[in-house]
Structures are given as structure tokens and as C-alpha cells.
């Protein structure tokens, strides 16, 4: 059964006011009747759902006054004048201000009924546009989500339909494709956007110290322990904890985190205590979990416990038409936070966009694109100036050779071990390597959206 549609009626003509409250009652609305302007406006909210019926002439503050004060909080809101035939010259001036109607008295109760119908449903087309127009800006926020490829649409699709469900999820994607932003995207559009949404990088923490982060200790629960340390699991209760790379998690670890996905529970280090705790896991892996050739150590049973929903991110090579869209974006949000104009497109950059493989995905044509504003020739291949026609075999492989380490820095956001183990190489040969090409690794490093 729908909820009847409010409506604000102001009258200090309490017999009046009572009639005219039946009236619309009758004909299917939720009244709520004042005697006088000010009590509405102490009552009414700012995105009151209905459409406003006061009558003119009262008393401390009149219907016109009262109409002003509404407009100035939201010039959307429907405001219907009741009016004596001496008050329509007023009404009309008011209507020319933005009042939606006025009646004149005495009125048809039908009269009435019909043009509060007609507001009614304005305000609801106004609200929901803007509930609507949020929605998109909340989206727009999510930039590895901008597309418009089939591919990207479906994804969109996919997470709108779970985003409100309690389902664990396991997010597959290459570095830099977004796997972060889907999982905060599922935490905003659900129920939980009021908890904490709390990420730990599985690959990022040693063996010794990743138990602590997840579960927490007790003061004393090894050395080191000075006090106790909320986990982020039990931080996390409430809201969504993002485990990335989790196909990095130790074993032990692993064996841990099965029970609390299947008993929503933990045990502090250094302690007996066991608390509930009421999170979504969204989990995220750069490998395939589900091929066993691939999967490693990783528990079997894990992943299929995390398997509830998997989502698949997109490489952006899959979706070539979304990335003069996304670098137009890009480039217009590097050029506003390095106040610079957006430069025209240069065939160095347009073949390269068009051409380049994109192995570290979203992230690296985001790079790409602050490079392009600060006017380092694009970065990537554009970067790296044209050698002559007559270079020889040698300088022509130590261009190569510039383009891949670029490259690989791009991918991993200027993180040396990611991109030693991405490249192959030793620890100092690739320093020496950066000093040889004179490649400044701190340009590639990822930057804090502002």
C-alpha cells in the first residue's frame, strides 16, 4: 500500500482549516494543519515530500511572507495560495514570483483537490531528480567505474543488485583496474555506508605483524604489546572490511580467518575472549582463486567460502572505448589540481592511448595523464624523445629498455619491490638502471586524490 502524499495546510480560520483538512483527507492525502505561519515553519523540514496550502491573510506572518521564507530554503517546494477576491492582485504578482497556484474563495473542493494533485506530483518528480542527480555525482566519484562500454554498464548493474545484500564477496582484477573502489563502492550503496569501511593490503604486512592487524591483542600478548590493539576485523564490525591481495595471506592466517567467515567471531591474541562481529568480507585477488594450478597455497576451502559472489573487473584493453572518456576525465582533474589548461591532444598522445597496452589499467592512465598536463610528453612511449633513424641496435634497446622499466613503474605506482619482481631483476641492477635512463621513480609514485 503506497504512503499518502503530505501536505502542509496553513489557516488560522480554525472551521476553515478543518474543512478544508477533510477535504483533502478524503481525497487521499496526509494533512498536517497549522493555525498560523510560524508553527509551520518550526515543524516543516527542508525536503518536506508535499506541496504547501496556506491561506494569505494571518496574522505575525502572512501567507506571502510565509511563501517567501519556504522559497528561500528550496525555490522547488509547491506553495498553493488561498486568497479573498482582494488578495488577487497579490496572488498573481506571487504566482509571477514562483508560487505554483492560487484559489480564490470560495473555492470547489475539486478545485482544490485537482491542483494539489498536480503539486504533488511536481515535488515528486523534483525529488526524485535530485535524488537521482546525487546519485550520478556519487558515481562519478568512482573513476575506474567510468565507462560506457557494455562491460562496464553490466558491472555497474552487478554491484547495484548486491551492494544492499550481506554476501561476502571475492573481487578478481589486474593491478590498477579498481578492486578498492568496487569494494567501497559496495559499502556506500549499502546499509553499512554508516560503519567503517576498513582495508588491509594482505601482501603488504609480514607474517609476524598481519595477525595482530586483523584480530587485535591484548596488552602483553607478545613483546612489543604495551597496550591493547583493536583489530581491523573487530573495527570493521558494522561496516565492510576490504582484504586485499588476499591470495598473499599466510596459511595460518588463512585457517583463522575461515572461522571467523563462518562463526562472525574472534579471539584477540592474548586472550581466551571471543567477540561476535557483524561485517561483510569483500575480498580481492589479482590471480585466478578458482584454478587450482594457480591458486597456490591458498585454502580450497577459503575460496570457496569467499566465493559467494565474485565480481570481475575489466582489464582496460578489454574496454578500449572507455579510455578517451576516462583520460579526458583524468586529464581535466590533473589540470584543476596542478592549476594548468588541459592540453590539446598530440598525435604522440592519441597513438599512444590508442596503441598502449595499459598494464597497470585505470591507475596508470590516471599517471598518465597528470604527466601529460605537467607536460612531460605523456609519459610511457611519448616520454622517452624519438631516436634517430640512423640509432644503432644497442641505443635502440636502451630506449626499450626505458620504456619497459617506465612502464613497469606506472603498473605498480612507483613501488620498488612490486616492480623489481614485476621486471625480474636484481635490486641493484634496477637502481642502476634508473640512474643510467635518468628515470625519476618518485614521478610515478601514486598520489592521494585530494
Same mark, same amino acid.
Given at each position: 500500500?503506497?504512503?499518502?502524499?503530505?501536505?502542509?495546510?496553513?489557516?488560522?480560520?480554525?472551521?476553515?482549516?478543518?474543512?478544508?483538512?477533510?477535504?483533502?483527507?478524503?481525497?487521499?492525502?496526509?494533512?498536517?494543519?497549522?493555525?498560523?505561519?510560524?508553527?509551520?515553519?518550526?515543524?516543516?523540514?527542508?525536503?518536506?515530500?508535499?506541496?504547501?496550502?496556506?491561506?494569505?491573510?494571518?496574522?505575525?506572518?502572512?501567507?506571502?511572507?510565509?511563501?517567501?521564507?519556504?522559497?528561500?530554503?528550496?525555490?522547488?517546494?509547491?506553495?498553493?495560495?488561498?486568497? @479573498?477576491?482582494?488578495?488577487? +492582485?497579490?496572488?498573481?504578482?506571487?504566482?509571477?514570483?514562483?508560487?505554483?497556484?492560487?484559489?480564490?474563495?470560495?473555492?470547489?473542493?475539486?478545485?482544490?483537490?485537482?491542483?494539489?494533485?498536480?503539486?504533488?506530483?511536481?515535488?515528486?518528480?523534483?525529488?526524485?531528480?535530485?535524488?537521482?542527480?546525487?546519485?550520478?555525482?556519487?558515481?562519478?566519484?568512482?573513476?575506474?567505474?567510468?565507462?560506457?562500454?557494455?562491460?562496464?554498464?553490466?558491472?555497474?548493474?552487478?554491484?547495484?543488485?548486491?551492494?544492499?545484500?550481506?554476501?561476502?564477496?571475492?573481487?578478481?582484477?589486474?593491478?590498477?583496474?579498481?578492486?578498492?573502489?568496487?569494494? /567501497?563502492?559496495?559499502? /556506500?550503496?549499502?546499509?553499512?555506508?554508516?560503519?567503517?569501511?576498513?582495508?588491509?593490503?594482505?601482501?603488504?604486512?609480514?607474517?609476524?605483524?598481519?595477525?595482530?592487524?586483523?584480530?587485535?591483542?591484548?596488552?602483553?600478548?607478545?613483546?612489543?604489546? /604495551?597496550?591493547?590493539?583493536?583489530?581491523?576485523?573487530?573495527?570493521?564490525? @558494522?561496516?565492510?572490511?576490504?582484504?586485499?591481495?588476499?591470495?598473499?595471506?599466510?596459511?595460518?592466517?588463512?585457517?583463522?580467518?575461515?572461522?571467523?567467515?563462518?562463526?562472525?567471531?574472534?579471539?584477540?591474541?592474548?586472550?581466551?575472549?571471543?567477540? +561476535?562481529?557483524?561485517?561483510?568480507?569483500?575480498?580481492?585477488?589479482?590471480?585466478?582463486?578458482?584454478?587450482?594450478?594457480?591458486?597456490?597455497?591458498?585454502?580450497?576451502?577459503?575460496?570457496?567460502?569467499?566465493?559467494?559472489?565474485?565480481?570481475?573487473?575489466?582489464?582496460?584493453?578489454?574496454?578500449?572505448?572507455?579510455?578517451?572518456?576516462?583520460?579526458?576525465?583524468?586529464?581535466?582533474?590533473?589540470?584543476?589540481?596542478?592549476?594548468?589548461?588541459?592540453?590539446?591532444?598530440?598525435?604522440?598522445?592519441?597513438?599512444?592511448?590508442?596503441?598502449?597496452?595499459? +598494464?597497470?589499467?585505470?591507475?596508470?592512465?590516471?599517471?598518465?595523464?597528470?604527466?601529460?598536463?605537467?607536460?612531460?610528453?605523456?609519459?610511457?612511449?611519448?616520454?622517452?624523445?624519438? /631516436?634517430?633513424?640512423?640509432?644503432?641496435?644497442?641505443?635502440?634497446?636502451?630506449?626499450?629498455?626505458?620504456?619497459?622499466?617506465?612502464?613497469?613503474?606506472?603498473?605498480?605506482?612507483?613501488?620498488?619491490?612490486?616492480?623489481?619482481?614485476?621486471?625480474?631483476? +636484481?635490486?641493484?641492477?634496477?637502481?642502476?638502471?634508473?640512474?643510467?635512463?635518468?628515470?625519476?621513480?618518485?614521478?610515478?609514485?601514486?598520489?592521494?586524490?585530494?
Amino acid at each position: 500500500m503506497e504512503t499518502p502524499t503530505p501536505v502542509a495546510l496553513i489557516d488560522d480560520d480554525e472551521d476553515l482549516r478543518r474543512a478544508t483538512a477533510q477535504t483533502l483527507e478524503l481525497a487521499g492525502f496526509s494533512v498536517s494543519a497549522y493555525d498560523g505561519a510560524k508553527a509551520a515553519l518550526a515543524d516543516l523540514p527542508a525536503d518536506f515530500a508535499g506541496p504547501v496550502v496556506t491561506d494569505i491573510r494571518m496574522p505575525e506572518i502572512d501567507g506571502l511572507q510565509l511563501f517567501a521564507t519556504l522559497q528561500s530554503v528550496d525555490a522547488d517546494l509547491p506553495v498553493i495560495l488561498m486568497t @479573498g477576491h482582494g488578495d488577487i +492582485p497579490m496572488a498573481v504578482q506571487a504566482i509571477q514570483d514562483g508560487a505554483y497556484d492560487f484559489i480564490a474563495k470560495p473555492f470547489a473542493a475539486d478545485r482544490l483537490v485537482q491542483s494539489v494533485r498536480r503539486a504533488s506530483e511536481k515535488r515528486r518528480l523534483v525529488l526524485e531528480n535530485r535524488m537521482l542527480r546525487k546519485a550520478a555525482e556519487d558515481a562519478q566519484e568512482n573513476l575506474p567505474l567510468i565507462g560506457q562500454t557494455p562491460v562496464m554498464e553490466n558491472l555497474r548493474n552487478i554491484l547495484r543488485h548486491i551492494a544492499d545484500t550481506d554476501v561476502d564477496v571475492l573481487v578478481a582484477g589486474e593491478t590498477g583496474s579498481g578492486k578498492e573502489v568496487v569494494a /567501497q563502492i559496495l559499502h /556506500q550503496w549499502s546499509h553499512r555506508r554508516k560503519g567503517n569501511f576498513v582495508a588491509l593490503n594482505c601482501g603488504a604486512l609480514p607474517e609476524t605483524v598481519i595477525e595482530s592487524e586483523l584480530f587485535g591483542h591484548e596488552a602483553g600478548a607478545f613483546t612489543g604489546a /604495551q597496550k591493547r590493539r583493536t583489530g581491523r576485523i573487530e573495527h570493521a564490525s @558494522g561496516g565492510t572490511l576490504f582484504l586485499d591481495e588476499i591470495e598473499s595471506m599466510p596459511a595460518a592466517t588463512q585457517v583463522k580467518m575461515l572461522r571467523v567467515l563462518e562463526m562472525r567471531e574472534i579471539t584477540p591474541l592474548g586472550t581466551n575472549e571471543v567477540r +561476535p562481529v557483524d561485517l561483510r568480507v569483500v575480498a580481492a585477488a589479482k590471480i585466478d582463486l578458482g584454478d587450482p594450478s594457480v591458486r597456490g597455497d591458498f585454502r580450497e576451502d577459503l575460496y570457496y567460502r569467499l566465493n559467494v559472489v565474485t565480481i570481475s573487473i575489466p582489464p582496460l584493453r578489454e574496454r578500449r572505448d572507455d579510455i578517451p572518456l576516462l583520460f579526458s576525465h583524468f586529464a581535466a582533474r590533473a589540470a584543476e589540481r596542478f592549476r594548468r589548461d588541459v592540453p590539446p591532444l598530440s598525435p604522440d598522445v592519441r597513438q599512444h592511448l590508442a596503441s598502449h597496452t595499459w +598494464p597497470g589499467n585505470v591507475r596508470e592512465l590516471s599517471h598518465y595523464a597528470e604527466r601529460v598536463v605537467l607536460g612531460v610528453e605523456g609519459g610511457g612511449t611519448a616520454a622517452v624523445p624519438p /631516436q634517430p633513424t640512423d640509432a644503432t641496435l644497442p641505443e635502440r634497446l636502451e630506449r626499450y629498455e626505458a620504456e619497459i622499466i617506465r612502464d613497469a613503474l606506472s603498473a605498480n605506482d612507483g613501488d620498488v619491490r612490486r616492480t623489481i619482481e614485476a621486471l625480474g631483476i +636484481p635490486r641493484k641492477t634496477f637502481y642502476d638502471k634508473l640512474q643510467r635512463h635518468g628515470i625519476n621513480r618518485g614521478g610515478f609514485t601514486a598520489r592521494k586524490s585530494r
